[in-house]
């Protein structure tokens, strides 16, 4: 099976795909695993796993509530989250707040200069020994050496490490995942024990013609739906 842990849904303020379309994409693309972190916000994430209950899918399927918070030096993601964490703390208190609720801490795009809000290297280096997780493979950085850093990063300190589609429409959740074998993944620790026995790999798409192909599929998807 895929995971993916990092995606947006119609909540996040950028991205307009629907929750009800994403089980089948998911189901299609045998993504498996999949972590909602919309931009400092939460709700996408349980109102997932409500359709996906509704449709008896819950044991094919399981998505993780998460968030992806802005800190006052660059982005975050929380996994596992319980309810939704602020944006505008510091990079130590919003981490804080990810472990109070029981939740990982994900480092993810943190290696890009060019991504506007990747937490900031100074901050990187103040929480890592808090860091849960490593993203190793983000489908839109703007040069695949990112990747490859974050991975040397990870491995330096023996941190799980994962894939994140940064998915802003239906079709780029699952280009970026970690294959590994079939389980329902409803705690941390069955995340962790999954990602430790699985590859990473994924497709990296250079930005400009991500930017271009999400203009197109979101007209195609409001002409569809005329």
């Not at 400092?40 to 409500?50: E, T």
């Not at 074998?181 to 013609?209: D, I, S």
Request: include cysteine.
């Amino acid at each position: 099976m895929r995971v993916d842990l990092h995606s947006h849904t119609e909540v996040s303020p950028d991205c307009k795909t629907p929750l009800r379309d994403i089980p089948g994409w998911m189901l299609r693309t045998n993504t498996r695993v999949l972590a909602v972190t919309d931009h400092d916000q939460y709700r996408g994430g349980p109102a997932l796993q409500a359709i996906v209950r509704d449709l008896g899918l819950d044991d094919r399927l399981s998505v993780i509530a998460g968030e992806e918070i802005t800190t006052r030096e660059g982005e975050l993601i929380g996994l596992f989250l319980q309810e939704r964490i602020p944006p505008q703390l510091s990079p130590e208190d919003t981490v804080q707040a990810i472990k109070a609720q029981g939740g990982l801490v994900l480092l993810q795009h943190g290696f890009d200069p060019l991504k506007r809000h990747r937490l900031r290297p100074e901050a990187t280096a103040r929480i890592a020994d808090q860091v849960d997780i490593v993203e190793v493979f983000n489908s839109r950085l703007s040069r695949h050496h990112w990747n490859r850093v974050a991975e040397a990063w990870a491995h330096e300190r023996h941190l799980p490490v994962c894939a994140g589609s940064d998915a802003h429409t239906l079709r780029d959740i699952g280009e970026a995942w970690v294959e590994t074998p079939f389980r329902t993944v409803q705690t941390p620790e069955q995340l962790l024990a999954a990602l430790r026995e699985g590859v990473v790999a994924g497709r990296w798409t250079h930005p400009v013609y991500a930017f271009g192909q999400k203009q197109w599929r979101n007209f195609n998807g409001q002409f569809r739906r005329h």
